[in-house]
């Protein structure tokens, strides 16, 4: 008789906390997929990852442009906060880099979604 030996999952490494809230604030499928891939990436110290449009798009099966829809929509309804960066390379020259996106507290988006239902929680 074979037996298989299944290796338990480190919860810290193979798993990423995805707050319950952004199932109840009006959330298309697109933008839970890119906020999902954000929190993925995310530094759990800085709340920062840099993932670029193309990343995040071959990941969740979504066109570059799809992606920066979605990223702008998140970003007007204060889940992220997103900054351009720069890249210096060794010959002196400046490229723009990929976007910073810092992962919000989801009480701000929480607050957001009831002003803009007018219920000012």
């Known amino acids: 008789m074979n037996y298989h030996h299944y290796y ?3 919860p810290i490494k193979n798993y990423f ?7 109840s604030l009006g959330l298309s499928f697109g933008e839970i997929a890119v906020y999902a891939y954000l929190m993925h990436c995310e530094d759990r110290k800085t709340f920062q990852c840099y993932p ?6 071959r990941a969740i099966g979504m066109s570059r442009n799809t992606v920066a829809k ?10 992220i906060t997103i900054e351009p960066t720069r890249i210096h390379t060794k010959d002196g020259r400046t490229h ?9 507290p989801i009480q701000d988006a929480i607050d957001y979604f009831h ?4 219920l000012n929680f």
């Open 96 to 104: 723009n880099g990929n976007l910073r996106y810092t992962i919000r």
């Open 8 to 10: 338990k999952r480190d």
């Open 115 to 118: 002003e803009r239902q007018g």
């Open 52 to 57: 670029s449009y193309s990343t995040i798009g």
């Open 70 to 79: 979605y990223v702008k929509d998140l970003e007007g309804k204060q889940f």
């Open 17 to 23: 906390p995805l707050p319950n809230e952004i199932f």
